[in-house]
């Protein structure tokens, strides 16, 4: 998930830190050893597309698409050492309540979806509109995109087939190595590559100028690239910014002008007003745009109809560099120190590690965000601005990672930080009013507009914009679709009807799922539907602390006190944790912060009287965690055994799976924003019933519950696999199955697939 709007707020802030990627051409000369895949970045688009009037239905529809995908990222890429895929494992039990919480989200929304579309269909029938039917779909539940699952099991294998055809039909893939990370091997996918960069970097004759290119969506992996302290990195990533423009009509020559405005040095959100002061913004990186003839286009076109019976494959989207070197130069001006603390000895990478520290403020997946920062607002720019203006009082840095094993925590300056953020909490007041007089202009400004409305609105004309955005992008997208209407069209005698009928009953789908979009729009919109009047808190009115605790937490007035104290005790620890995952692995798979919200900034004091310590533990298997984060809606994933503990009215863990739960706009706007306050998952009373139902597991379920090691290919005609080879051939003791225990040149656990070669190693 990551930071939201972080990305945004990053390019906006520092636009030369992106540039165009493209497979065809290589513009900046840029060339890179090792590719790195956070495979859930390209799974989920593939598996539930934004925006397709035809998303894939089965399983072997999304394969084909990842393959297409990885081709794609592989072609821009070209790496020349090494293509490491990482699916997310088993994630630290910190994680869990954020996956949990987007689960139980993701089961209620579809239902309420599925609620509209039905009502929806029935208005329609008795309109005599003609629609598509609903098709039967195996990817009907994404929650099935978690490890333990039969469709994660098959994906791996489906993956390693992948591999093996590339390895032995394509000389660039069968020249480099290849590590499979699954789902069955313990860890978040961004992680699993940072430990992996961790080992190499630690190895005796690393060679420091590696060019690592690291895809994926999620804003945090900016961060986890910063942490690593490489200069050469870069990220590969979706423009999602462009592509949002792209679906909303926006012109090639708008979106150009849009960005020119936006990069024109205007601060990102109110941060200005806030503190007085402006910080300055460099100007905007030129604009690549591809020219296409209207022969090419052509061409394309009838390419494309040419394959009118396979299903449309993902919509491509356009993709970009993000340097992280460009940022790391970026950051040593914007966060120049001009009056240091005597005897500080200013290094970039002190304070490139102080940047990822201070922006766990604003939230991550482990930590919620505090009331005081969001990124929108410009929470970013007043964390830097009170960084510089406070360094000289704070008497130096905030963290030390040179100490991130200490035992005593020292890797955090405890006293440093509770200076600078009580500093940032001085803000405060002037926020919350500002924030809440925002709030209520908007209000006022969708009132008038739903008045206006009324006078004006025509329920009979729907405009359906989602139709024009994508049939724009590929002409044999509509006969394409057209031959598959005709074959799927249930209810309909096609002897009768003519093309005219069937591109009828086209827009009268297309309509439809315009219309479905709206309205779950629309009862997400809390402002349009009184929300605002639902804040309790009202931060910004005075009594806003002591509403806070009494509303978030049910804390009584004398017990306020004692709540702050715990509640700062455990983001303490948040602090310290998310610090030591992101520079040094896991600290501990058991530890999660407790509460659904987190502190004030000013309520952050005696952070020194905090003890941190953690205990590592070991991560939970797959099925366990399927039984801590899936809804009861998702019970299908689990073994019988396992299914029978969520939704059994006698199960002991019954209530770790309410049918219904509360929801907290938490004074947004939309519902997708709004916190799950779901129960905590206890894991002692979870564990104790999941040792019983592991006895009743049948062998394929053990080997999908088991956890599993990275897999490395090699082709058997690279340098390594001859070696490897060539010791093989020599243990002619061993059948031609065994699996042979050696020490791995990567310094990881691998299982080792040599191709062409009928024989597997282990380490």
Not at 23 to 49: A, K, Q, R
Not at 304 to 317: D, I, Q, W
Not at 389 to 408: A, F, P, Q, S
């Amino acid at each position: 998930m990551g930071v939201p709007s972080f990305f945004r707020w990053l390019v906006q802030r520092y636009p030369k830190i992106v540039s165009d990627a493209n497979s065809d051409e290589n513009h900046h000369g840029l060339e890179f050893d090792n590719l790195y895949l956070d495979m859930n970045g390209i799974i989920h688009p593939c598996f539930h597309p934004e925006d397709m009037l035809f998303p894939p239905t089965t399983f072997e529809d999304v394969f084909s698409n990842i393959y297409d995908y990885i081709d794609q990222l592989f072609n821009i890429v070209k790496p020349r050492k090494l293509l490491y895929m990482a699916i997310d494992g088993v994630a630290p039990r910190a994680k869990m309540n954020q996956q949990r919480a987007r689960r139980f989200r993701t089961a209620k929304d579809n239902e309420a979806a599925e609620e509209v579309e039905t009502k929806l269909r029935k208005n329609f029938e008795r309109e005599g509109k003609k629609v598509l039917p609903r098709e039967e779909s195996e990817l009907s539940d994404s929650n099935i995109i978690t490890p333990g699952t039969e469709f994660m099991d098959l994906l791996s294998k489906k993956l390693q087939n992948y591999i093996k055809r590339r390895m032995t039909t394509d000389s660039r893939w069968s020249k480099i190595k290849v590590i499979l990370s699954d789902a069955n091997v313990p860890s978040e996918g961004e992680h699993k590559i940072m430990s992996f960069i961790r080992a190499q970097r630690s190895s005796e004759g690393y060679d420091p100028n590696t060019q690592h290119c690291l895809y994926g969506l999620d804003a945090d992996l900016i961060m986890l690239a910063l942490a690593t302290h490489e200069v050469h990195f870069s990220i590969l990533r979706e423009d999602v910014l462009v592509h949002e423009e792209i679906l909303n009509g926006v012109s090639e020559l708008e979106r150009s002008a849009r960005k020119a405005e936006s990069y024109s040095g205007k601060c990102r959100g109110w941060f200005k007003q806030v503190v007085d002061k402006s910080e300055s913004v460099p100007k905007p990186a030129s604009c690549h745009i591809e020219v296409v003839s209207a022969s090419e286009k052509s061409d394309r076109c009838s390419e494309a109809s040419k394959k009118l019976n396979r299903r449309l494959p993902v919509m491509k989207k356009p993709f970009q560099y993000l340097h992280i070197w460009l940022l790391r130069e970026y950051l040593h001006i914007d966060l120049n120190i001009s009056d240091p603390p005597e005897n500080l000895n200013i290094d970039l990478e002190r304070i490139i590690d102080d940047f990822i520290f201070i922006c766990f403020f604003t939230g991550n997946d482990f930590l919620p965000h505090m009331p005081t920062l969001e990124i929108h607002e410009g929470a970013i720019d007043l964390l830097m601005y009170v960084y510089k203006k406070e360094m000289k009082n704070l008497g130096g840095y905030l963290v030390d990672t040179h100490l991130i094993e200490d035992k005593k925590g020292r890797y955090i300056k405890l006293k440093r930080v509770e200076k600078f953020i009580l500093s940032v909490g001085e803000y405060e007041e002037k926020i919350f009013k500002k924030r809440l007089e925002i709030k209520e202009r908007k209000l006022r400004r969708i009132q008038s507009e739903l008045l206006n409305a009324q006078d004006t609105e025509d329920d009979g004309c729907i405009e359906a914009n989602l139709w024009s955005s994508l049939g724009n992008t590929d002409n044999a997208f509509q006969d394409r679709k057209m031959s598959e209407i005709v074959d799927s069209t249930s209810g309909l005698d096609e002897k009768d009807i003519s093309l005219t009928d069937y591109s009828e009953v086209l827009n009268n789908t297309k309509e439809l799922m315009q219309e479905l979009k709206d309205r779950i729009q629309h009862q997400s919109d809390t402002f349009r539907n009184g929300g605002l009047f639902s804040d309790k808190v009202k931060l910004g009115v005075q009594g806003w602390k002591k509403r806070y605790y009494e509303v978030k937490f049910s804390a009584k007035t004398d017990e306020v006190e004692q709540r702050r104290r715990s509640l700062v005790a455990k983001y303490t620890e948040g602090l310290c944790w998310v610090l030591k995952y992101y520079f040094s692995g896991v600290p501990s798979w058991t530890w999660f912060y407790p509460f659904h919200y987190g502190p004030f900034a000013s309520d952050l004091k005696g952070l020194t009287q905090v003890n941190v310590k953690f205990q590592k533990g070991l991560p939970l298997k797959p099925f366990d965690q399927l039984l801590a984060v899936l809804p009861p809606k998702s019970c299908h994933a689990l073994p019988e055994a396992y299914k029978r503990l969520m939704v059994d009215a006698d199960s002991s863990i019954l209530e770790f799976y309410p049918a219904r739960f509360e929801t907290d706009a938490d004074g947004k706007r939309f519902m997708w924003q709004a916190i799950c306050k779901l129960p905590f998952i206890q894991e002692d009373r979870l564990l104790v019933e999941t040792k019983k139902a592991e006895t009743e597991l049948k062998d394929h379920e053990k080997e999908r519950n088991a956890e599993t090691a990275d897999q490395l290919f090699i082709g058997s005609s690279s340098g390594l696999g001859e070696q490897i080879s060539s010791v093989y051939k020599n243990c002619t003791s061993f059948m031609q199955n065994d699996y042979i225990k050696i020490n791995d040149m990567l310094k990881s656990r691998c299982l080792l697939c040599i191709l062409q070669a009928s024989f597997g190693l282990c380490a």
